[in-house]
Structure formats: C-alpha cells, structure tokens
C-alpha cells in the first residue's frame, strides 16, 4: 500500500550557531555522566513550578503533525502561546501578536536563521515578560517583523507567505531555554528567559502527557536522583554594543553521549546528544546514514522503522528507552505518536543525536546555567 503521509521535521534551532557548535565538537566526542559540577555560592532560591501544555499529534484542530510543549507567556499585557525549546535560547515573538505598548525597542535588530530553513527578522526589545508561578521581570526579546527562507531551503515552510507553525501557524513564537544564557543572534539578544526567575539558572524540564512543567531553583535533595555532568564553556565574552552590560556565558549543548539503534537497519550509533523538546521527533544527524540505513528513508528524511524495534540510550546514566514502531499499514494511532516516535535523518559533517520531546516523557533533565552542568534523572 502507499507510504502514509509523514510530516517534515521542523527544527528551531539557529542554523549558523548549531553548524558552529557541530565543528567545535571534539575529535574523541562528549565525556558521560557522572558526579560533579561546580556549585553555585548564592543562597538558596525559593523553588517555583511553571505549568505547561501537552499538544498531541492531531491537535489544535489538525493543525499539529508532531508532539509539542506550550508555555503561556505575558508580554506586557499581552497572553501569548509559545512553543518550549530547550535547543535555542531567547524569548522571540511575532511583533505583530505582541501588539503596540507592550515592549520598547531597543534599536538593535537583526535576523536569524534555523536548520529548517525558516529565517526570522525583527527587532530587540525590552518588555516586562511573566511566566505563570515564576511571577514577572524586565527581559530583552526579539520581535519578529518577517519571515522568510535560506538559500538553502528556499521552499521552507515560510515560503509564498505560509505561516510557518511556531510564527503564527500554531504558535506565537518560540520560548528558548537552552544552554546559552545568551544568544548570540541579534546583538547580543536574547537572554535565557528563565535566567531571571531562576536567579541561579537552576530548573528542571518534567514531561507528562497530564501535567507537564517546569521545577525552577529546585533544592538540593531533589537533585540527588540526578546524574550530573559538568559543562564546557564554548563563549565567554562582553555583550555586542547595545546589548545588556553583562556578560553571556554560552555552554557546549553536548556534554551527554547517547546511542541509536534500529534492529535491521541502523547498528548501534553512538555520538553526542542533545535533548530538544523543540524537535517532536528523534533525530540522527551524520554525514551520511550508515549500514542499511541509507537505503531506508522515506518522505520527509524519515527513516524507515516501521515494524523495527528502536532503542535510544545514555550509557552513562543508565537509562535506556527500547519500542517498537507499528508496521505502516497497521496504524491506528497518529502517525508520529509520543510512545512510537518517528526517527529523522539530517545530513550534518558531525554526527550528533537529537533526543526531542518524546525522550522527556521518560527521563527529568536538570539545565543548571550558573552551575555550569546538566543533569538526567530516568523515570
């Protein structure tokens, strides 16, 4: 029977800083996990849950065709539904659903570019941002003006005046809480928004289809269950002119290995691994698909696991997630359900594994940006 129809995996991560990051990865990959970590001498903060938003395949009115996370985010006197990404950093919004009054420019702009091929434009601002449980605070934004595509993938989702999903499609823009406390898109902008609530930079992504949320400034017998790796430093500079005074510490985004397997058509892979809820999917970047692998993607740079077994897993942690995708003729699930995630293939000169929000559904992940570590805590 035809193949069903599989969506293309939209990644919001800034093109030019993910291809940087992949080049700067050592020769001999990422250390694993273990104890450790540099401890922070403030004083405890008090601890605070945001709550989040589970969007299944097939939701808001067929408009999803993956899995996502949504966070209510207010600027100014405006309520905004934005899409959690934990692979980018900086709060960056549609100029136009933020409305007049409720953020000043700053004067800086610029425009930033994802793997997708989605290229964004707009303006730095400030805006007093609130999240519900963490109360509210002066951050620095981008408001978006346009959207367009890279030469790379001049069809993107953006093309002919679509609405790509996280610009107005769905979302209202993207909430980046990565590892960089700042990012170096636009001048200096943005900030990591949960920087400030956090005080330390301290929280906890927790996923379940019920009650998704964020723990921020979780105390320390809470964090015993985790299994904690120290992060290296890859920037450490003064702000660009007209930015915040500051300075922004951007951390390596792979301190953790983890491995792929698909019985049949991927040996096991092994490389360095990022947990992105902003990618609905799991995802294999390489060069080239190894093995049978590369005789096995279907529409979209999907690989073929139908009817497979699927194993992904961090040695270092313990922690291993072992399903099996239901044959495609025997489907009577949305496509890319959360138990039984698809598996994407992106062509990148390093290999690097993409653990997206499926993975969080079975393991707490501690970003811990003024301790400089990160930490996994299997369910």
């Known amino acids: 029977m035809p193949l069903p129809r599989l969506p293309v995996?939209?990644?919001?991560?800034?093109?030019?800083a993910v291809l940087a990051l992949l080049a700067a990865l050592p020769a001999g990959g990422c250390g694993g996990l273990g104890t450790g970590g540099t401890e922070r001498s403030s004083g405890a903060a008090a601890a605070m849950t945001v709550p989040l938003t589970y969007l299944p395949a097939g939701s808001v009115g067929g408009k999803l065709g993956e899995p996502r996370l949504q966070a209510a985010v207010r600027v100014g006197s405006q309520q905004l539904n934005v899409l959690v990404d934990t692979g980018s950093t900086g709060l960056r919004v549609l100029a136009s659903a933020v409305g007049r009054g409720n953020a000043t420019p700053t004067g800086a702009g610029g425009s930033i570019s994802f793997l997708s091929g989605l290229r964004v434009s707009g303006r730095e601002a400030q805006a007093k941002v609130g999240l519900a449980g963490a109360g509210t605070w002066e951050e620095t934004l981008l408001l978006v003006d346009s959207l367009g595509c890279t030469a790379e993938v001049p069809d993107c989702e953006a093309a002919h005046g679509k609405a790509p999903e996280e610009f107005g499609g769905v979302f209202d823009g993207i909430l980046g809480i990565g590892l960089a406390e700042r990012d170096q898109g636009v001048r200096g902008c943005c900030a990591n928004p949960l920087q400030a609530p956090t005080h330390n930079g301290s929280f906890v992504v927790h996923f379940d289809q019920r009650r998704p949320r964020l723990l921020l400034n979780p105390d320390r017998k809470s964090l015993d269950r985790f299994s904690m790796v120290s992060l290296r430093q890859s920037v450490t500079r003064a702000p660009a002119p007209g930015a915040s005074p500051t300075a922004f510490t951007v951390w390596d985004p792979t301190p953790i290995t983890g491995c792929l397997s698909v019985t049949s058509v991927l040996d096991t892979q092994c490389a360095p691994m990022v947990f992105d809820t902003g990618t609905p999917t799991l995802s294999l970047q390489a060069p080239r698909l190894p093995g049978p692998a590369a005789g096995q993607l279907v529409e979209g740079d999907i690989v073929n696991t139908f009817g497979r077994r699927l194993t992904l897993s961090v040695p270092g942690a313990h922690w291993?997630?072992?399903?099996?995708?239901?044959?495609?003729?025997?489907?009577?699930?949305?496509?890319?359900?959360?138990?039984?995630?698809?598996?994407?293939?992106?062509r990148q000169p390093h290999p690097l594994i993409l653990a997206g929000l499926p993975a969080f559904a079975k393991v707490d992940v501690?970003?811990?940006?003024?301790?400089?570590?990160?930490?996994?805590a299997p369910r």
Not at 9 to 16: E, F, N
Not at 339 to 345: A, E, K, R, V, W
């Open 320 to 346: 291993s997630w072992t399903y099996r995708m239901p044959p495609r003729d025997a489907l009577d699930q949305p496509l890319n359900a959360l138990d039984t995630p698809l598996l994407s293939y992106g």
């Open 366 to 376: 501690l970003y811990d940006l003024g301790g400089g570590r990160m930490g996994l």
């Open 9 to 16: 995996r939209r990644r919001p991560w800034r093109r030019a």
